[in-house]
């Protein structure tokens, strides 16, 4: 676990190095929010998502108690979609899409 | 239904505090009103078995009935995390009703129309 938050921001050359190890899920960035809780973790989330373009995947690791009830509701309160939510793993994993246009608000989660 | 937030942030510290914000949340439960307490700060304590057993201030109910009527009756409790964890509780003790929800979910719930109030 990350003692501070950190974001990497992966390039197009990382993209390629894991399709060819055969991921079949590559974020466009992943977010350690280390133990950010409450308002702080999705301020982080917040402030990640804002460098991404329309349609690209945020991954993020969280170790808060309430991350499987906050990250769903910031989604939701703010149209991006979760994706892929791992409430059983440590730390938890979820992965968010960013919304494709203010206003465009859209929600879809798979729980695993 | 109607929703009603309540923002509680004491416990022992404010016994007269804690009890009303109960009286309260308890006549939204008798409205037939979804409520949600969000205990945070000092108020997270009252999460953890026994710990509003203590508490009682003069003109009402001891804490204890409050909030056994209050989760027998369908409220909730919801516990931030970070004031939680910062006090060196049990996370794996909270008491029937409460559950860990943070800030997205409180934004969430006022964005839906709920009515709030603090204590």
Redesign the interface.
């Known amino acids: 676990m990350a003692k501070y938050p950190h974001l990497f921001i992966a390039s197009g050359a990382y993209h390629q190095y894991a399709q060819q190890r055969g991921a079949t899920m590559v974020p466009d960035a992943v977010l350690d929010a280390g133990e950010a809780?409450?308002?702080?973790?999705?301020l982080l989330i917040f402030q990640a998502v804002r460098r991404l373009a329309p349609g690209q995947t945020l991954e993020v690791h969280a170790y808060?108690?309430?991350a499987a009830?906050?990250?769903p509701?910031?989604c939701?309160?703010t149209g991006n979609m979760l994706v892929r939510a791992a409430t059983g793993a440590h730390p938890q994993r979820f992965v968010i899409r960013k919304r494709l246009a203010i206003g465009a608000h859209t929600s879809a989660q798979a729980a695993d | 239904m109607p929703k009603l937030l309540i923002n509680l942030t004491t416990a022992q510290d404010n016994p007269d505090k804690t009890t009303v914000a109960f009286v309260v949340a308890n006549a939204g439960i008798a409205a037939e009103q979804e409520v949600v307490i969000f205990l945070n700060v000092e108020a997270v304590r009252l999460a953890t078995p026994g710990y509003a057993d203590a508490i009682a201030t003069a003109g009402f109910k001891p804490l204890k009935e409050l909030l056994a009527a209050f989760i027998e009756n369908g409220g909730k409790l919801w516990?931030?995390?970070?004031?939680?964890?910062a006090r060196g509780l049990d996370?794996d003790n909270l008491i029937a009703g409460a559950?860990?929800?943070?800030?997205?979910?409180v934004?969430?719930l006022l964005?839906q129309g709920a009515a709030s109030l603090s204590y």
């Open positions: 809780g409450c308002g702080e973790l999705t808060d108690l309430a009830v906050d990250i509701a910031w939701r309160s | 516990v931030c995390p970070p004031c939680f964890t996370k559950s860990f929800a943070g800030g997205a979910a934004v969430e964005g």
